[in-house]
């Protein structure tokens, strides 16, 4: 006998009791057979290609067919039953957990003249990133690597790159504070090894300040190009934390060790200039001609074969991959403790009582 409404109501119920996040391609998965066994066939328009998220998710429901409602509902529950074993000691509120597929407008993906742009669109919050926007812009580049771009682009809408990880992310969780960590550490690893891998030429369009995770994963991106209003910070200490996005390697690496301390450990702040001096910008621009010029030049870089891109992005990245992803694993172990530390959680409470400002 199929499944009834009932097993279908708590198979969703436990997707967002899921502990883990299952990952896009279940993801996907799932929102199609939703659809199927609550709509029937893929009954709306194909989006554009400027929209690569919701293309991916009508591909998925579109390849259902006409499967019909009751074979998608059974599909549905054997589903989620293959990927929750277990719903207890789930923390709702935990990264990864209670996520389906992106529907916030804070990251928006566009693709346009060969070129897949990520933006983080958070203005009035300095485009922070919350845990929901980690899941959207993995979820994004999965996206990305696989469509008929050449090159993808990171950017930022308002006045700010990015202010980094949303520092009241820490007061959304609930539940045991080392499980919460362990589970961020994980996702953090998630999210920092799809910059390490990811297979096309990556750009960052840097309008403005950059700070935390967002500076830091720029040492695994192909060019870097800065509005000279952009500024690059990493206040890790000031918040008892430690480097990540494999800036303990790339920065030393990119800068040297002296100056990639001052950063990293001292919280110096660098200016667009001071960074394309120590090679963690490709070139610098002035504000006020700074979309025109580096879109313009994009475009015509975007015009290359792919396949040659691509291939020479590999061979001039090969053989740091494994370092890189060693790296990333231990700076997510350090993280994991440091989250759950005293320095951390006056850092951050300075923060949201506005005692000090970083
Ligand atoms: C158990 C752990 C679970 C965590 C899971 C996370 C997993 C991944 C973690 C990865 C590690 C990443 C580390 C980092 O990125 S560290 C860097 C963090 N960023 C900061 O420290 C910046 C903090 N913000 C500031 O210092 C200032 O806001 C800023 C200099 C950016 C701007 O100052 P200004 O005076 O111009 O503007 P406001 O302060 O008034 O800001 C406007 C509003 O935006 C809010 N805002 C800005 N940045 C953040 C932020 N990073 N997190 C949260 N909110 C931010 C600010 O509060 C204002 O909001 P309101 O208008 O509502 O007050």
Not at 19 to 42: F, M, R, S, V, W
Not at 52 to 78: F, H, M, T
Not at 264 to 271: E, M, N, Q, S
Not at 277 to 294: I, N, R, W, Y
């Amino acid at each position: 006998m199929g499944a009834s409404q009932k097993d279908f109501e708590n198979a969703m119920n436990q997707v967002k009791l899921l502990k883990e996040d299952p990952g896009n391609d279940a993801k996907l998965k799932l929102y199609a057979l939703y659809k199927q066994a609550t709509e029937g066939p893929c009954n709306v328009p194909e989006p554009g290609v400027l929209n690569s998220i919701s293309k991916a998710k009508w591909d998925a429901w579109n390849a259902l067919g006409s499967l019909p409602k009751e074979a998608a509902r059974q599909d549905y529950v054997e589903f989620v039953s293959s990927l929750s074993p277990s719903p207890k000691s789930c923390s709702l509120e935990g990264p990864g957990a209670n996520r389906s597929l992106p529907e916030s407008e804070d990251i928006v993906v566009t693709t346009e003249e060969n070129i897949t742009t990520i933006m983080f669109n958070r203005p009035t919050k300095k485009n922070a990133l919350t845990n929901e926007m980690y899941q959207d812009i993995m979820l994004a580049m999965k996206a990305a690597s696989k469509d008929n771009s050449t090159i993808t682009v990171f950017t930022g809408s308002g006045d700010y790159y990015s202010s980094g990880n949303d520092l009241t992310n820490f007061m959304k969780i609930s539940g045991d504070l080392k499980q919460v960590a362990k589970e961020s550490s994980i996702t953090l690893r998630k999210f920092v090894d799809s910059f390490i891998d990811f297979p096309k030429p990556l750009v960052a369009v840097v309008n403005g300040p950059a700070m935390g995770i967002a500076a830091t994963v720029l040492g695994l991106f192909d060019a870097v190009y800065a509005s000279n209003r952009a500024t690059f910070h990493t206040p890790f200490s000031g918040l008892g934390l430690t480097p990540e996005g494999c800036s303990s390697y790339t920065f030393p690496k990119i800068m040297g060790r002296a100056k990639a301390t001052e950063m990293l450990i001292f919280g110096k702040k660098i200016t667009a200039t001071e960074a394309c001096a120590q090679g963690l910008v490709t070139e610098v621009f002035p504000d006020d001609s700074f979309q025109k010029e580096v879109w313009a030049r994009l475009k015509a870089y975007a015009k290359n074969p792919p396949n040659a891109m691509r291939i020479g992005k590999q061979l001039i990245r090969s053989t740091e991959k494994e370092n890189l992803h060693a790296v990333n694993a231990e700076e997510c172990r350090v993280l994991q403790e440091r989250w759950v530390s005293e320095e951390c959680m006056n850092g951050i409470q300075n923060f949201l009582s506005r005692k000090a400002k970083l």
